[in-house]
């Protein structure tokens, strides 16, 4: 069966420097990986997506992720975060079947910029 | 492009009651998506419509139900409410509804049962 864990549940960054917020998965076949964010009273926005290709992937509002395969991971990071990244985000997985869009979430990890 | 749309906003029912919540997805995509987020049980999946038929299906009990029309709207039914239905459904739209589809998600309905 496949999972997805976010290990912290609140990641503290100041302004201007670098965050990470982590990521790992477990699948049978191939994963596809995906990050999204959520605001107070908002749905999810998609941020970025690794199907195949290069481990780094370059997604919206500056964010990327690097996908590591040894290490089941998925870590999404940004050089230097912003007040206004402060929100909730979502680490999914999908197992490798065209026929199943079941997305599995994560807990979520809050995230906290402060000025 | 438009994004995806859900209606009500917000809605309070009492127990015992029923509620349909409507979701309409982005233009030219065939699958719907639904999903339940709470604070102890996170975002779990509810269940998926494409050219309406229901393609996959969470653990959710028989109360829950879906359906898609022929343009690609989607409602979503709960039957007999009780308290721990209060949550934040959303709604998720993609082209086909493949695994390396990403799904848009729309803003959710707030649902509070008293």
């Known amino acids: 069966a496949q999972s997805v864990a976010q290990p912290e549940d609140q990641v503290n960054v100041a302004e201007g420097n670098p965050l990470t917020v982590k990521c790992t998965y477990s699948?049978?076949?191939?994963?596809?990986l995906f990050w999204y964010v959520q605001y107070p009273n908002r749905g999810l926005q998609f941020l970025l997506k690794?199907?195949?290709?290069?481990?780094l992937v370059k997604g919206s509002y500056g964010f990327e992720a690097e996908f590591n395969k040894s290490q089941t991971s998925f870590h999404l990071k940004k050089p230097s975060a912003l007040v206004s990244d402060s929100a909730l985000y979502f680490c999914?997985?999908?197992?490798?079947?065209?026929?199943?869009?079941?997305?599995?979430f994560g807990s979520g990890t809050r995230l906290s910029i402060r000025p | 492009k438009a994004g995806v749309t859900q209606t009500p906003r917000y809605l309070i029912k009492t127990r015992g009651q029923q509620v349909t919540l409507s979701c309409s997805p982005i233009?030219?995509?065939?699958?719907v998506s639904w999903y339940q987020q709470t604070p102890g049980q996170g975002l779990q999946f509810l269940f998926e419509?494409?050219?309406?038929?229901?393609?996959n299906k969470g653990n959710f009990p028989g109360r829950f139900s879906g359906r898609q029309f022929s343009n690609s709207r989607s409602e979503m039914n709960v039957s007999t409410l009780e308290l721990g239905d209060s949550a934040l459904y959303l709604c998720?739209?993609?082209?086909?509804?493949?695994?390396?589809?990403?799904?848009?998600f729309g803003p959710g309905t707030r649902l509070t049962v008293l």
């Open positions: 690794y199907i195949t290709g290069d481990n």
């Open positions: 419509y494409f050219s309406e038929t229901q393609r």
């Open positions: 998720a739209s993609s082209l086909v509804g493949t695994s390396t589809d990403t799904q848009y």
């Open positions: 699948v049978s076949g191939n994963p596809y």
């Open positions: 999914a997985v999908r197992d490798f079947d065209s026929s199943a869009s079941k997305i599995i």
């Open positions: 233009s030219g995509h065939r699958s």
